[in-house]
């Protein structure tokens, strides 16, 4: 019965509205709907769930509020500001209103240190960073063709870019062993695969900052990926979305400074995506910028961008946002300090009872090493903690294997769409999970890297594991070879 009532609606919609590739099915949304069925609220849901897996910036919008009290005439609908109301309401061009594009190009300048010039004219807009990754994909690739991408990734990469135009993700796998980097060799491996599989390989996308390992690109691997691409002719999408939420060494460095001073490319193949959803934490906006040094790439994707325009209203009051150059020093400046102080709080906090974190310097979450609390080095049994942390623990942090890692153990954890208050519940119920749960040994440094955690669960846990797996769900090697109970 359910399943010819699936036909027949396959059969009235399109194979798109019936094909799964927009991976809501996935645990990274399966984790935001735990959370949204029973959200943790400090007085009227103390026990629900915390949102760990939501990367939002919260942290600096006392600032922006003060900044929009003071400037009234940037909002239309303010008594200062209403004079502009019809001019801003009617068509405008769909290049994007000058002073927006000028100030967004002299932002991202400014984010990048100054070391490099962006020209307002190569600047397209776009619905999000999620509509300019879909916009580049339609210009560059063709159904069944690849790109390349390291593992871990964020992963909307497979909606954004897969999911409509019917191009593939390819993984470079990199592993914790050199802490994620990209090597040639995992390049060249994962290009070679796919000539193997008779896969046209168009391209590389790259996310640096880096979500979800919170690390910067250092200058040589950035080179090596340009020499890569530029050597195979394939184009290469730097998602640089987390740029100004380097909060500590090293610097970000982004892709135009490499191709404008370290390394000599065809920059026909090089394009930025950009937005204010993370740097700013104005997700809803949907600021989105799409930057390519390609002038038909740019002219085909301005032609696309009617489809996900940002509204003249918002691009009239970010320009003004954006032209107070002094408010986004200060902003730039306060949200790294805060960022790095919320990092620092939650890292120290994780390393007193011996949780481990890759190094990081940017982003708004870190990458959390639970691989001495599975069961078994496998991706059903970090599901399986991971049930236990939604349920028991009621904290939503987003399983590695959603972000395509390829070792099982690690999760992304999200630090800066909370208040105090809320990180302090959480990270009582992580210390309450290790320590009542079990021993803690051997306590880290906040500088400790990956692997270094050294974690002995009691046997106490086992109850707990059991309560919430039920028996259907216990592996065949528990109880007694619980995971939890032999890591050490
Ligand atoms: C790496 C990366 N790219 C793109 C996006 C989507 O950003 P936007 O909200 O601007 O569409 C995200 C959102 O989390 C992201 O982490």
């Known amino acids: 019965m359910e399943f010819s009532l699936k036909n027949e609606q396959q059969q009235l919609l399109s194979k798109m509205a019936t094909n799964d590739g927009h991976g809501e099915n996935s645990p990274y949304f399966d984790g935001w709907k735990a959370y949204d069925s029973d959200p943790?609220?400090?007085?009227?849901?103390?026990?629900?769930?915390?949102?760990?897996?939501?990367?939002?910036?919260?942290?600096?919008?006392?600032?922006?509020?003060?900044?929009?009290?003071?400037?009234?005439?940037?909002?239309?609908?303010?008594?200062?500001?209403?004079?502009?109301?019809?001019?801003?309401?009617?068509?405008?061009?769909?290049?994007?209103?000058?002073?927006?594009?000028?100030?967004?190009?002299?932002?991202?300048?400014?984010?990048?240190?100054?070391?490099?010039?962006?020209?307002?004219?190569?600047?397209?807009?776009?619905?999000?960073?999620?509509?300019?990754?879909?916009?580049?994909?339609?210009?560059?690739?063709?159904?069944?063709?690849?790109?390349l991408v390291p593992t871990p990734y964020y992963p909307g990469f497979d909606r954004d870019l897969r999911w409509r135009t019917g191009m593939q993700l390819l993984p470079i796998v990199c592993r914790s062993s050199n802490d994620f980097k990209v090597t040639k060799e995992s390049m060249e491996a994962a290009y070679q695969k796919a000539q193997e599989a008779n896969i046209r390989v168009k391209g590389f996308l790259l996310n640096n900052p880096s979500n979800p390992l919170g690390t910067v690109l250092d200058r040589e691997t950035l080179i090596d990926i340009v020499t890569f691409i530029n050597d195979k002719n394939i184009h290469l999408i730097c998602d640089e979305i987390y740029s100004a939420t380097v909060f500590s060494q090293p610097e970000f460095i982004s892709i135009s400074e490499i191709i404008e001073h370290d390394v000599q490319c065809n920059r026909d193949l090089i394009h930025l995506v950009y937005s204010l959803s993370k740097d700013l934490g104005f997700p809803g906006f949907r600021v989105g910028i799409l930057y390519s040094y390609n002038d038909a790439v740019v002219s085909c994707a301005r032609k696309m961008s009617s489809f996900g325009l940002v509204s003249t209203q918002t691009q009239h009051l970010i320009a003004s946002m954006l032209s107070d150059e002094a408010f986004m020093d200060k902003i730039i400046s306060t949200s790294s300090e805060r960022l790095a102080a919320r990092h620092g709080l939650f890292t120290r906090g994780l390393a007193q009872v011996g949780i481990g974190t890759l190094k990081s310097s940017a982003g708004l979450y870190f990458w959390m090493d639970l691989r001495r609390l599975l069961r078994e080095s496998t991706f059903e049994a970090e599901m399986e903690l991971w049930r236990i942390i939604i349920h028991?623990?009621?904290?939503?942090?987003?399983?590695?294997?959603?972000?395509?890692?390829?070792?099982?153990?690690?999760?992304?954890?999200?630090?800066?769409?909370?208040?105090?208050?809320?990180?302090?519940?959480?990270?009582?119920?992580?210390?309450?999970?290790?320590?009542?749960?079990?021993?803690?040994?051997?306590?880290?440094?906040?500088?400790?890297?990956?692997?270094?955690?050294?974690?002995?669960?009691?046997?106490?846990?086992?109850r707990l594991d059991e309560r919430v797996m039920g028996s259907h769900m216990m592996s065949p090697h528990s109880p007694m070879a619980s995971p939890l109970v032999r890591a050490t």
């Open 392 to 462: 028991e623990v009621k904290l939503n942090v987003s399983p590695g294997l959603s972000f395509h890692c390829s070792e099982p153990g690690w999760f992304r954890v999200c630090f800066a769409n909370m208040d105090d208050e809320s990180v302090r519940v959480a990270l009582r119920r992580i210390h309450k999970f290790v320590l009542v749960q079990g021993k803690a040994t051997e306590p880290t440094t906040p500088k400790s890297r990956c692997g270094s955690s050294k974690l002995q669960l009691s046997l106490s846990f086992r």
């Open 40 to 147: 943790y609220h400090p007085t009227r849901n103390p026990n629900g769930v915390i949102q760990m897996g939501l990367a939002e910036n919260q942290l600096c919008f006392d600032l922006i509020e003060e900044w929009v009290l003071n400037n009234p005439e940037a909002s239309i609908c303010t008594a200062e500001g209403a004079n502009k109301f019809m001019e801003v309401a009617i068509y405008q061009d769909y290049h994007g209103l000058p002073e927006f594009r000028n100030a967004v190009a002299r932002f991202m300048e400014k984010v990048r240190g100054d070391r490099v010039k962006f020209d307002p004219n190569r600047i397209v807009m776009s619905g999000g960073a999620t509509g300019a990754h879909e916009t580049l994909a339609f210009c560059l690739a063709d159904p069944e063709d690849a790109f």
